[in-house]
């Protein structure tokens, strides 16, 4: 991207999220069995309430999740500490929703301010984000009267046919203030399946004296204390960490693939963001499938390997193994060629979207 540096930028970060852990508990070894429990009784579709930070990558994932048929998106809440701040993330949601056939799906934003060890994203990145990455967003975009990201998690919990999986793409700052604010919430959810931190491979910050091989992530980075909070409550665990997603890098002829068959709004919006922002294609400044691949996983667990760990949070949100910590699930490879398969065909579901892009002529 653009002002980004030329090492994995932001979201190269975006370590591990994952489905929720299933109740059995996984051997060490590679794991394909269904990452995602339920709640009981169970619901034809997998009742989800998504939070994300909005870069290229979250919006990607948002896409592939709000067409898949196999996930009821109940909710999204913008994470105010990740790249978007709230009034540009409100903007893109509403444009995003009313793109994708997806209305009246609620949303909110949560604080901008992260814990006292937070790590604020460079305001370059943020500003790119804020205006929605080159989308032609009108500023009536939003509508209605703005919510708190934790009241939108707890009604949309409430409301929910069976226990919704929270799918966290960014910092974990609403669900460390949501899990606050009810004691009741980490049993009420089925799981946490986030794209967050890394476990043996190397990391994606590069500010603040921080270099590649440091294991950290972005999504951990921004926000170490919601990372603790997290770990501490009993909510089931899953993440897609970077482990998973260096096997991934974003392929350099994706807006090429997508520029024959482009009809279905999720490849429509796609395809116009890569042409507006055709550095996430560059290699060399380390793009991955981020966000899309915790979202393609969340329904097709064999696209990744599972694994059981025990970790805790170390400084600046990195994950420690430690055999006294809380138990998670990771995915600790993927599967590039399914993945990309996987990917168009996510991307080119359902109908096309409410204002298709016109390839500019000029």
Same mark, same amino acid.
């Given at each position: 991207?653009?002002?980004?540096?030329?090492?994995?930028?932001?979201?190269? @970060?975006?370590?591990?999220?994952?489905?929720?852990?299933?109740? @059995?508990?996984?051997?060490?070894?590679?794991?394909? *069995?269904?990452?995602?429990?339920?709640?009981?009784?169970?619901?034809?579709?997998? $009742?989800?309430?998504?939070? %994300?930070? #909005?870069?290229?990558?979250?919006?990607?994932?948002?896409?592939? /999740?709000?067409?898949? $048929?196999?996930?009821?998106?109940?909710?999204?809440?913008?994470?105010?500490?990740?790249?978007?701040?709230?009034?540009?993330?409100?903007?893109?949601?509403?444009?995003?929703?009313?793109?994708?056939?997806?209305?009246?799906?609620?949303?909110?934003?949560?604080?901008?301010?992260?814990?006292?060890?937070?790590?604020?994203?460079?305001?370059?990145?943020?500003?790119?984000?804020?205006?929605? #990455?080159?989308?032609?967003?009108?500023?009536?975009?939003?509508?209605? =009267?703005?919510?708190?990201?934790?009241?939108?998690?707890? *009604?949309?919990?409430?409301?929910?046919?069976?226990?919704?999986?929270?799918?966290?793409? +960014?910092? /974990?700052? !609403?669900?460390?203030?949501?899990?606050?604010?009810?004691?009741?919430?980490?049993?009420?959810?089925?799981?946490?399946?986030?794209?967050?931190?890394?476990?043996?491979?190397?990391?994606? =910050?590069?500010? !603040?004296? @921080?270099?590649?091989?440091? $294991?950290?992530?972005? !999504?951990?980075?921004?926000?170490?204390?919601?990372?603790?909070?997290?770990? %501490?409550?009993?909510?089931?665990?899953?993440?897609?960490?970077?482990?998973?997603?260096?096997? =991934?890098?974003?392929?350099?002829?994706?807006?090429?693939? /997508?520029?024959?068959?482009?009809?279905?709004?999720?490849?429509? /919006?796609?395809?116009?963001?890569?042409?507006?922002?055709?550095?996430?294609?560059?290699?060399?400044?380390?793009?991955?499938?981020?966000?899309?691949?915790?979202?393609?996983?969340?329904?097709? @667990?064999?696209?990744?390997?599972?694994?059981?760990?025990?970790?805790?949070?170390?400084?600046? +949100?990195?994950?420690?193994?430690?055999?006294?910590?809380?138990?998670?699930? #990771?995915?600790?490879?993927?599967?590039?060629?399914?993945?990309?398969?996987?990917?168009?065909?996510?991307?080119?579901?359902?109908?096309?979207? %409410?204002?298709? #892009?016109?390839?500019?002529? *000029?």
């Amino acid at each position: 991207m653009s002002g980004y540096p030329r090492r994995p930028p932001r979201r190269v @970060a975006t370590l591990i999220a994952s489905l929720a852990v299933l109740a @059995a508990a996984c051997s060490s070894s590679a794991q394909t *069995s269904p990452s995602v429990r339920t709640g009981e009784p169970p619901t034809e579709r997998i $009742p989800v309430i998504i939070d %994300a930070d #909005f870069d290229l990558s979250d919006i990607a994932a948002v896409a592939i /999740l709000l067409r898949d $048929p196999a996930v009821d998106v109940r909710a999204i809440t913008i994470s105010g500490t990740g790249l978007v701040h709230c009034q540009g993330g409100r903007l893109l949601v509403r444009y995003l929703l009313d793109e994708l056939g997806s209305p009246d799906i609620p949303f909110g934003c949560g604080r901008e301010a992260g814990g006292p060890d937070a790590h604020p994203f460079p305001d370059a990145w943020r500003a790119r984000a804020d205006t929605g #990455f080159g989308l032609e967003i009108s500023p009536q975009a939003e509508s209605g =009267v703005p919510r708190d990201a934790v009241e939108v998690i707890k *009604s949309a919990v409430e409301a929910s046919p069976s226990a919704p999986t929270l799918v966290a793409l +960014g910092p /974990l700052t !609403n669900l460390e203030d949501a899990l606050a604010a009810d004691d009741t919430l980490a049993d009420r959810l089925a799981g946490v399946h986030a794209m967050l931190g890394t476990i043996d491979a190397p990391g994606n =910050v590069f500010i !603040n004296g @921080a270099d590649g091989p440091e $294991p950290l992530e972005w !999504n951990a980075y921004a926000d170490p204390s919601a990372v603790s909070a997290v770990l %501490a409550s009993d909510v089931p665990i899953s993440i897609v960490p970077l482990d998973a997603t260096k096997d =991934v890098p974003v392929p350099a002829d994706l807006a090429d693939q /997508l520029k024959t068959d482009h009809k279905a709004g999720g490849a429509d /919006l796609e395809y116009e963001l890569l042409v507006r922002n055709p550095d996430r294609l560059r290699a060399e400044d380390g793009q991955q499938l981020w966000d899309e691949l915790a979202a393609l996983a969340l329904t097709d @667990a064999d696209l990744v390997s599972w694994e059981d760990i025990t970790v805790s949070a170390g400084d600046d +949100g990195r994950l420690v193994q430690d055999d006294g910590g809380r138990s998670i699930r #990771f995915a600790s490879s993927a599967d590039p060629t399914a993945v990309e398969t996987a990917l168009l065909e996510a991307l080119r579901r359902g109908e096309p979207r %409410a204002t298709p #892009f016109i390839l500019p002529t *000029s």
